[in-house]
């Protein structure tokens, strides 16, 4: 077993003003995602300005925001908030959804290209390899909360959450491993593969997926919200069936060109 950190989610507190480790992750992923995208809009050929960035992230950031905190209110506690609506508001207390702030980052992407005369996935295959700064970033806030933890396990790896788990039982560190493979391995995957010219839409397509397989095999150690609890099968999650249709999605983009098609510069320059 490994000893958790046991990080104080309060990153610094003057008087009455508390930063929060979490809301912190959120600045770094906003930052993170800034640079890389200044660097693919400067490579010859990506079809982007980089005085367009600018404009660019600040949609995304209102999308990841706004949807991450409705989806989590509306699929995982949507009982409480009822009850409380003025936590709504309370992000730096944890609580928001990928699904949420995914639909709302696709809705920020069609309003974005809709008033620059962008196509639709040439937004989001240019935005789909930035994204995962943010995600990594989003997993180690969630590790500093002590959320969303695992299943017990007899692990060597295995942590205890003792701030937040009543039981004080070693648990699998499924924020990490959500670190790991949504931030630090599909961030290296979508590079790569976003080098090259790629069929619009595929990076897109590549990202759906790879997240999807990702989430959907971590949400099998992870303990789901105890008041949502499995939704059959004894395994099936909120979060597996929030995940099927990304794949789905991913599958269908990355296979509408099998065998040729109009060839683009996902990642430009």
């Known amino acids: 077993?490994?000893?958790?950190?046991?990080?104080?989610?309060?990153?610094?507190?003057?008087?009455?003003?508390?930063?929060?480790w979490y809301g912190l992750m959120y600045l770094v992923g906003f930052l993170g995602g800034y640079w890389l995208g200044l660097y693919r809009a400067g490579r010859p050929g990506s079809g982007w300005y980089r005085q367009e960035i600018g404009d660019l992230l600040f949609f995304i950031a209102v999308g990841i925001i706004a949807g991450g905190r409705l989806g989590y209110v509306l699929f995982y506690n949507i009982s409480y908030y009822l009850s409380h609506p003025?936590?709504?508001?309370?992000?730096?207390?944890?609580?928001?959804?990928?699904?949420?702030?995914?639909?709302?980052?696709?809705?920020?992407?069609?309003?974005?290209?809709?008033?620059?005369?962008?196509a639709f996935l040439d937004v989001t295959d240019f935005i789909a390899p930035l994204v995962p700064i943010g995600l990594g970033a989003g997993r180690v806030g969630n590790f500093i909360n002590q959320e969303l933890w695992g299943k017990v396990t007899d692990l060597p790896w295995a942590m205890v959450f003792a701030r937040t788990d009543p039981t004080a039982q070693p648990r699998h560190?499924?924020?990490?491993?959500?670190?790991?493979?949504?931030?630090?391995?599909?961030?290296?995957?979508?590079?790569?593969?976003?080098?090259?010219?790629?069929?619009?839409?595929?990076?897109s397509g590549l990202f759906l997926l790879a997240y999807g397989v990702f989430r959907f095999l971590v949400e099998f150690v992870r303990v789901p919200d105890a008041h949502i609890g499995y939704l059959g099968f004894g395994w099936l999650t909120m979060g597996h069936l929030l995940t099927i249709p990304m794949v789905v999605a991913g599958l269908w983009l990355l296979g509408r060109h099998p065998f040729g098609g109009r060839r683009i510069t996902s990642t430009p320059r």
């Not at 077993?1 to 929060?20: C, F, K, L, R, T």
């Not at 790991?180 to 990076?203: C, D, I, K, T």
């Open 173 to 203: 560190p499924s924020m990490l491993y959500e670190a790991g493979l949504e931030g630090v391995v599909l961030f290296a995957v979508l590079w790569w593969y976003s080098s090259r010219p790629r069929h619009r839409g595929a990076v």
């Open 86 to 118: 003025l936590e709504v508001l309370f992000i730096w207390t944890g609580g928001m959804s990928f699904h949420g702030g995914l639909l709302g980052v696709l809705l920020a992407m069609w309003w974005y290209g809709r008033k620059t005369g962008r």
């Open 1 to 20: 077993m490994i000893q958790n950190p046991d990080i104080d989610p309060i990153a610094i507190s003057v008087g009455p003003v508390q930063v929060h």
